[in-house]
């Protein structure tokens, strides 16, 4: 119904960038927000950054003014620029949103399949 294709992880080392790309496709009629969560093993998932169609944005702590999250309406599409990483930022990343498909009234979340990000030197 929805799917979204990450891109952009890697290894880097601390202090480094890289920039996640997401893009959605499939029978969307509308997307009110999309995002990006990460998760190390044995921890739950913990939101990174979120973004709505009117441009709101949501950080976590630990990435503010580090991390940011910007959002391509037209091509459905998200980005998460980080900056001065840490080995803390290493997890996998998933892309998240929240979209109405053709045919439905309500909206629903849905998850890309995670791409690891490994800050290390």
């Known amino acids: 119904q929805v799917q979204l294709v990450e891109s952009g992880g890697g290894l880097v080392q601390p202090g480094g960038s890289l920039r996640l790309s997401c893009a959605a496709s499939?029978?969307?009629?509308?997307?009110?927000?999309m995002g990006w969560y990460r998760q190390v093993p044995g921890k739950q998932r913990e939101l990174v950054a979120f973004i709505t169609t009117d441009g709101s944005t949501n950080y976590a702590d630990s990435v503010k003014d580090r991390f940011t999250i910007s959002r391509d309406n037209a091509k459905n599409m998200v980005y998460l620029q980080m900056n001065s990483l840490k080995p803390e930022d290493t997890a996998v990343y998933y892309c998240n949103t929240y979209v109405r498909l053709d045919g439905r009234s309500s909206y629903s979340y849905y998850w890309g399949q995670g791409t690891q990000v490994t800050v290390s030197s």
């Open positions: 499939g029978r969307i009629r509308s997307i009110h927000g």
